[in-house]
T-cell receptor, first 111, second 113 residues
Framework: QKEVEQDPGPLSVPEGAIVSLNCTYS??????FMWYRQYSRKGPELLMY????GNKEDGRFTAQVDKSSKYISLFIRDSQPSDSATYLC???????????FGGGTRVLVKP | ETGVTQSPTHLIKTRGQQVTLRCSSQ?????VSWYQQALGQGPQFIFQ???????GRGNFPPRFSGLQFPNYSSELNVNALELDDSALYLC????????????FGPGTRLTVT
């Protein structure tokens, strides 16, 4: 079993809809939680960075962390075709030197 | 602010050969990490360098080695290339004082034939 599980998708939504993404994990030592966006054949781009449990909002993006359930989420409001990409969740322990990634969810926003 | 840069962009090597990939960290960052991303998968941690020393290593064999230079740039060396080494190699830079917040470069796509 992988340390971080993420549904590979693809997740197809109409433009303007809310995109809901999530990851589950098994390692209770994880304390830092990140979401990255990766376009085809490009490097991952950091979208959200969260420490411990709680919510964080940045523009159209909201990240939620529930450490008791070992479950994290990313919501994208008012989705645009330019949001079409693979979204990767990543986590690290207190040392923060090693990121453990999920396999990524491919998202397609249709005009 | 200069982002993370990597060279070369693409590389084709033959099984058994050796390869060196290069990375320049983001301005102000003192830590460099390397990841391997196979097609359709999430990145896998290879190792991290801080103050020119290895600061953590993933489940990769010793033929994967690295260096960090005083200007915080870094190299990834892979000896005795195998077909399964074909992947996107990603470099990420960060500040050791901000755990987990890593910024990635565009990657080097390595093909081993």
């Amino acid at each position: 079993q992988k340390e971080v599980e993420q549904d590979p998708g693809p997740l197809s939504v109409p433009e303007g809809a809310i995109v809901s993404l999530n990851c589950t994990y098994s390692n209770s030592a994880f304390q830092y939680f990140m979401w990255y966006r990766q376009y085809s054949r490009k490097g991952p781009e950091l979208l959200m960075y969260t420490y411990s449990s709680g919510n964080k909002e940045d523009g159209r993006f909201t990240a939620q962390v529930d450490k008791s359930s070992k479950y994290i989420s990313l919501f994208i409001r008012d989705s645009q075709p330019s949001d079409s990409a693979t979204y990767l969740c990543a986590m690290s322990d207190a040392a923060g030197n090693k990121l453990t990634f999920g396999g990524g969810t491919r998202v397609l926003v249709k005009p | 602010e200069t982002g993370v840069t990597q060279s070369p962009t693409h590389l084709i090597k033959t099984r058994g050969q050796q390869v060196t990939l290069r990375c320049s960290s983001q301005s102000g960052h003192n830590t460099v990490s390397w990841y391997q991303q196979a097609l359709g998968q999430g990145p896998q941690f290879i190792f991290q360098y801080y103050r020119e020393e290895e600061n953590g290593r993933g489940n990769f064999p010793p033929r994967f080695s690295g260096l960090q230079f005083p200007n915080y740039s870094s190299e990834l060396n892979v000896n005795a290339l195998e077909l399964d080494d074909s992947a996107l190699y990603l470099c990420a830079s960060s500040l050791v004082a901000i755990p987990g917040e890593q910024y990635f470069g565009p990657g080097t796509r390595l093909t081993v034939t």
